[in-house]
Antibody
Framework: QVHLQESGPGLVKPSETLSLTCNVS????????WSWIRQPPGKGLEWIGH???????TYNPSLKSRVTISVDTSKNQFSLKLTSVTAADTAVYYC????????????WGQGTLVSVSS | DIVMTQSPDSLAVSLGERATINCKSS????????????LGWYQQKPGQPPKLLIY???TRESGVPDRFSGSGSGTDFTLTISSLQAEDVAVYYC?????????FGQGTKLEIK
């Protein structure tokens, strides 16, 4: 059974870059799409974007100018970078797996809270 | 973007009674080439990630109790819990995967009356 685990700083200063990594265990990262999804405290879910194991990406246009998602198949992990963060980027960040480019999310990490504050 | 709108925002149902949550998409999520609705449902309990319940609008994920069912087509969908159990208290989300960006409804909070 696949297990996803997010890691990274829990506090980022305004205007800096948020960086998170999702480690995938129990299954290969190959053959799947890997997403980042965020949830501001007490609010709903926002899809940030995904990366295919080959490295191709699709981003949410609302964040596209600030987002980079990459994959490292040798380490079975993928990463998120979000630049120029503001308080509005404070959220729980989840990594998740999909089987297709247009698909549901069948496995999720536990999520990690990232706060943006000076 | 396809906007997903759920109703109601919150719902209180007695144990053993039926709970119904609605989800409406701003455009059809039915792919006529394969006759599939690109719509999923998730359950999120406090402090936990969302859990997939339903995909293709009506296919139950493995291990999901059969009291959960999904229905609908095109732009209007429903998640039904036939007999509410205490462990079903959660926030429920619909999600469309017809086109990117993938989008979710705002959530429906389900409580015990």
């Amino acid at each position: 059974q696949v297990h996803l685990q997010e890691s990274g700083p829990g506090l980022v200063k305004p205007s800096e870059t948020l960086s998170l990594t999702c480690n995938v265990s129990g299954d290969s990262i190959s053959g799947f799409y890997w997403s980042w999804i965020r949830q501001p405290p007490g609010k709903g879910l926002e899809w940030i974007g995904h990366v295919y194991y080959s490295g191709s990406t699709t981003y949410n246009p609302s964040l596209k100018s600030r987002v980079t998602i990459s994959v490292d198949t040798s380490k079975n992990q993928f990463s998120l970078k979000l630049t120029s963060v503001t308080a509005a980027d404070t959220a729980v960040y989840y990594c998740a797996r999909s089987e297709q480019w247009l698909s549901w999310f069948d496995s999720w990490g536990q999520g990690t809270l990232v706060s943006v504050s000076s | 973007d396809i906007v997903m709108t759920q109703s109601p925002d919150s719902l209180a149902v007695s144990l053993g009674e039926r709970a119904t949550i609605n989800c409406k998409s701003s455009q059809s999520v039915l792919n006529r080439s394969n006759n599939k609705n690109y719509l999923g449902w998730y359950q999120q309990k406090p402090g936990q990630p969302p859990k997939l319940l339903i995909y293709w609008a009506s296919t139950r994920e493995s291990g999901v109790p059969d009291r959960f069912s999904g229905s609908g087509s095109g732009t209007d969908f429903t998640l039904t819990i036939s007999s509410l159990q205490a462990e079903d208290v959660a926030v429920y989300y619909c999600q469309q995967y017809y086109s990117t960006p993938l989008t979710f409804g705002q959530g429906t909070k389900l409580e015990i009356k």
